[in-house]
């Protein structure tokens, strides 16, 4: 079992920053790719970022040279910088980890932040 908790949403303004963070606990020794996700209002769920456990990333184009993932496997922790914050980036953020297929890749969510990018 994994437990994951986000923190960091909020409301900022276009242009602005936030940093989410991903807490993961449990099983984390069996924990292989991290992610966040985000669905916003009357759409689906979309990749933002994903991270390997070697430090691999991977990014939605629309968010690409303004967001970054990061992983600190000592805290068991993910991270989301996301600068230049678009009204299109307001929706909940959730974070996601896998674990290893010897461990079946079995798939936890945490509860999800709302980010609000708004004037």
């Known amino acids: 079992q994994v437990t994951l908790v986000e923190s960091g949403g909020g409301l900022v303004q276009p242009g602005g920053s936030l940093r989410l963070s991903c807490a993961a606990s449990?099983?984390?020794?069996?924990?292989?790719?991290m992610g966040w996700y985000r669905q916003a209002p009357g759409k689906q769920r979309e990749l933002v970022a994903t991270?390997?456990?070697?430090?691999?990333?991977n990014y939605a184009d629309s968010v690409k040279g303004r967001f970054t993932i990061s992983r600190d496997n000592a805290k068991n922790t993910v991270y989301l910088q996301m600068n230049s914050l678009k009204f299109e980036d307001t929706a909940v953020y959730s974070c996601?980890?896998?674990?290893?297929?010897?461990?079946?890749?079995?798939?936890?969510w945490g509860q999800g932040t709302q980010v609000t990018v708004s004037s």
């Open positions: 449990g099983n984390i020794f069996r924990i292989n790719a």
């Open positions: 991270v390997t456990p070697a430090g691999s990333t």
């Open positions: 996601k980890a896998v674990l290893f297929p010897v461990y079946g890749s079995t798939t936890y």
